[in-house]
């Protein structure tokens, strides 16, 4: 696998931002204690809850978000790292990797999410830009075009200090950029995870609990150092609606999940998944020029919208065409369904041809235009009227040839 270009993640996290700085409903009322929290709806853009989720706080380990975005974007997952000796202090987070041991990106990526290893954090800030200053100038540059605009990074790991900090809503489109890697997705959607440094292999399990202890719990980072608190970067999806939650500054770990989990309850219900498309369904038919004959179209895939508890889904197709010929090949597309929500566009997906067309014959040609039809009847006409003039000719010439006489017996 090669490396992710980091310019189209880039304009996600632009829209994902541009999202988020149009809030939907929000309060902040006491739902949770927590000094800063949001719970935003990712494909509205709404922020449904939020506290004080433009204050500047520290981010402890929820900063290896940034770490994992950096290191997937600009290494394939198949590269292999040397493992640098991190001098950690008592207490911190460790995957038990040994100076000098050979390992993966797609692995240290595993230890990093999961077990929130600052071993991991430093053998990538290594590997992947030579040193861990240019590593930071890489996590800051990313944050800017991300537009994470009270965000700053002073080292991979998520140690505190006078230049590292964030915010809920920061964090929040920083989760959602994680969320939208398939293989960062992958990894913190599980429990636990086995990797290989060297010849061992280690078992790494997710620091985030509520992974392994609810269903609908899919990630995606903690966080901890005794300024920043606790803290929890959440997603979840119940019923095809996803949301994103995070809680900065609280007591205890068991804090930080119940409180992530009364966000996520207080959002589910405001919020449903329309199917507006169904793979497969046919849902109209484009004649065939010449052939009399149509081709049935079908959505490409299922396409689902979120949004609102009643408020209204608008789906049309569009670009159909009036009559199409052949030949025309299975899964060709023809046109596009388009779902609207509050007057933008929420989803779209192509109609395609549910069976091939051949092309049509030569009689078909022919015969399958008003005009050639015409000209047809005019040839048959002309060749009628050939026929009769040259059968009156052969009449007239029998009449005037002259009786043969008999000859005398």
Not at 6 to 16: Q, V
Not at 70 to 87: G, H, K, M, Q
Not at 175 to 198: C, H, N
Not at 223 to 229: E, I, P, R, W
Request: proline share 6%; aromatic share 4%; hydrophobic share 45%.
């Amino acid at each position: 696998m090669t490396a992710r270009g980091p310019a189209a993640a880039s304009f996600l996290a632009l829209a994902l931002v541009a999202l988020f700085a149009f809030p939907g409903p929000a309060s902040a009322g006491s739902l949770v204690s927590a000094p800063s929290a949001i719970l935003v709806q990712p494909d509205t853009g709404d922020v449904v809850y939020a506290r004080n989720a433009y204050q500047r706080r520290p981010m402890a380990s929820t900063a290896k978000m940034m770490t994992a975005l950096v290191a997937v974007e600009n290494a394939s997952l198949s590269r292999r790292f040397r493992v640098v000796n991190y001098p950690a202090q008592p207490a911190e987070s460790l995957a038990g990797l040994r100076p000098g041991e050979q390992i993966t990106n797609a692995d240290l990526l595993k230890a990093l999410m999961l077990a929130s290893a600052n071993d991991a954090a430093a053998t990538l800030a290594v590997g992947v830009a030579g040193s861990n200053a240019r590593f930071v100038r890489l996590m800051n540059r990313r944050a800017k075009k991300a537009g994470l605009n009270s965000t700053r990074f002073s080292n991979p790991v998520g140690l505190d200090g006078p230049r590292a900090y964030s915010t809920a809503r920061d964090l929040a489109a920083l989760g959602q950029l994680v969320r939208e890697d398939p293989y960062l997705r992958k990894i913190v959607d599980r429990p636990k995870a086995t990797i290989r440094s060297g010849s061992r292999s280690i078992t790494v399990l997710n620091r985030d609990v509520l992974v392994a202890q609810v269903p609908w719990i899919n990630g995606i980072k903690t966080g901890h150092t005794q300024k920043a608190g606790y803290l929890l970067v959440g997603s979840g999806e119940r019923n095809g609606v996803p949301l994103v939650s995070v809680v900065m500054g609280t007591g205890s770990e068991a804090a930080r999940n119940s409180q992530t989990l009364t966000l996520m309850r207080y959002g589910f219900p405001r919020y449903r998944a329309v199917t507006v498309a169904r793979k497969g369904q046919v849902v109209a038919s484009v004649p065939i020029a010449l052939q009399g004959t149509s081709v049935p179209v079908a959505p490409q895939r299922t396409l689902r919208v979120v949004a609102r508890k009643g408020e209204k889904v608008t789906v049309v197709r569009r670009g159909l065409p009036a009559e199409a010929s052949g030949p025309i090949a299975r899964g060709t597309r023809l046109g596009e369904i388009v779902a609207t929500r509050r007057g933008r566009v929420a989803g779209r997906v192509a109609l395609v041809t549910t069976e091939p067309v051949a092309a049509a014959t030569l009689w078909q040609r022919f015969t399958g235009t008003p005009a050639a039809m015409a000209g047809a009847a005019a040839l048959v006409l002309l060749l009628a009227v050939a026929a009769t003039l040259l059968a009156s000719r052969r009449r007239r010439a029998r009449r005037r040839r002259p009786a043969r006489r008999r000859s005398p017996a």
